[in-house]
Each structure stands twice: as C-alpha cells, then as structure tokens.
C-alpha cells in the first residue's frame, strides 16, 4: 500500500518477516540510531521472537486473535528505506458487535532525520488502519467504524521532574509539548485509569502514561473492546504469554472496564488536560 506525502514522494510501506533479510538490516541501523540508549530498545533476537508469537498456536488460542506487525517505510516502491513502524492488531466480538473489525495498539514509529516531513501521521493512521480490517474483517462484515488507533503518551503532570527530564533528553521533545502534539493531531486521551504492567521480572509497572486513541466517528469507546484489546496486547506483545491475570495492575483496569459501559474521551477542560496546555503556553511564552 503506498500514499503520496506533500512533496509528491510516494511512501511504501513493506512488512518484514524475516530478521536475516536486507529490509530488516536497514531497518535495525536505523532504529538504532533513533534510540541511541541501549536499554531504550529492543536486540534483533526480540523482532525474532515477536514475528515468531504471531503464528504460536498454542498463545495465539488463549491469548489472541493477536498480530503485531513490524514494517520498513520507503521513499517510493523499490526504494531506500527512511523509517520504521511497529504496531499490534486484534479483533474480538465485542468488537464486532461495536461494528468494528479490529483495533491497532501504536507501539512506535520512527523517520531518519533527514526525511521528517515527507511522511504524516495521517498516512500511517490510514495504513495501520487499513492492514488491520483487511487481516480481521470478517467477509461480509459491515465495518461501521474504522478501527481505532491507541497508543501511550507520557502524562508529564505524573512524572517526576528527572523523568521529564531524562524524557526529554532522549526524545528530544518536551513531555508537555509532545502530549499538546498528539491532541493537535487528532487524538485523545481516554478518561481510563491506565497503567502499563512490568514488562519483565524485576521491572516496574509505568503509571504516567495516558493511553491515547483516535476519536473520529466516535463519542467514546465501548469498555469492552478496550478489555478485548488489552488483554490480547498485554498478554501477546508485553508479558509474552504469561499469566495476565495475576498481574495487580492489569486486574485493576480489567475491574474498571467491567463496571463501565463506554470510556469517555476527556475533553480539552477536564482531568489534567487544562494544566498541561497553560504549562505549553507558559513555556513557549519564555522560549
């Protein structure tokens, strides 16, 4: 599937399915160089494993339908690779019963410098999107709206000032500025008590994080698709199988999301949306 970017540059978008290809080599230089600290990112074994999770039978029957997708971005069909972009799927009947087909879990996506502004959000929303109905979609299926896209941000109003600071070192963004970003783009913060469980023995659950998601063609989103969605992206790409339900904090929001029909978007007046604008506004008025 390819779109055409402002400048005309037609932006190809290819799935990798083998670590041992040349696509995934260029691939790997160029996410490494987006996230230079080592414990920021993920050795090629782990795209192994991630590529293997998707077709385990065995995890994919208890936890699943669950596919994460792991795709090279190219400047036009054949071309160099500029970037990458990794992102999960799932589907269930609750979804379907909302009259969507599946939903998309945003893990990351990165340009090479030197190409940023030839790729927008919008075009990666469509693909995600798109990649996600064609795989899930029942035949027949009347698909009333289209899958929504979620994704962390970090809530800088619940992260220490070092984290904000480590944050913004690394990113080199503003945690406040980055957050203000995504709302301009589109996106809002559900008013949804999320916490990410510790990915790993001897780590820790992340409670700053807003669990953001599309909101075109929709007032809120059904509880139930949120647990579905959850659950399979918890279980399959953070914890790897494990036993979900013996996690604290994923036991927590499943509770949360069972006593709710729908959960709210919050709105640019409530919760800490206020406060983290007038923090953009103060700080761009002393820049």
């Known amino acids: 599937m390819s779109a055409h970017a402002a400048d005309g540059i037609p932006v190809v978008f290819e799935e990798i399915v083998r670590s041992d290809s040349p696509a995934f080599r260029s691939f790997y230089a160029m996410y490494e160089a987006a996230f230079p600290i080592e414990d920021e990112r993920e050795p090629p074994e782990a795209f192994d494993a991630i590529l293997a999770l998707n077709a385990e039978l065995a995890l994919q029957s208890v936890h699943g339908p669950y596919r994460e997708m792991v795709v090279a971005i190219r400047a036009w069909d054949g071309g160099p690779i500029i970037g990458g972009h990794v992102f999960g799927m799932t589907t269930s009947a ?3 019963a909302s009259g969507i087909a599946a939903s998309v879990q945003g893990i990351y996506t990165f340009v090479h410098p030197d190409m940023r502004g030839t790729l927008s959000i919008r075009e990666v929303a469509e693909y995600s999107q798109h990649t996600a109905s064609r795989i899930f ?27 904000i600071a480590l944050d913004t070192r690394l990113s080199g963004t503003d945690p406040f500025r980055r957050y203000a970003f995504w709302r301009r783009s589109g996106f809002r913060p559900l008013d949804f008590p999320y916490v990410q469980p510790a990915l790993r023995a001897g780590a820790s659950a992340i409670a700053y994080l807003d669990l953001f998601c599309t909101h075109a063609g929709m007032d809120r989103l059904p509880a139930s698709v949120l647990l579905a969605h959850l659950s399979a992206f918890i279980s399959v790409s953070c914890i790897k199988g494990e036993d979900i339900d013996s996690d604290a904090d994923f036991s927590t929001m499943k509770q949360w999301l069972r006593s709710h029909e729908h959960v709210d978007f919050k709105d640019s007046g409530s919760g800490d949306i206020p406060e983290i604008l007038e923090r953009v506004r103060s700080r761009s008025r002393g820049a």
């Open 137 to 163: 979609a029942p035949r027949g299926f009347a698909q009333r709206l289209a899958p929504p896209i979620l994704f962390e941000v970090n809530n800088p109003l619940r992260m220490s000032d070092e984290e």
């Open 94 to 96: 609750a979804h379907r």
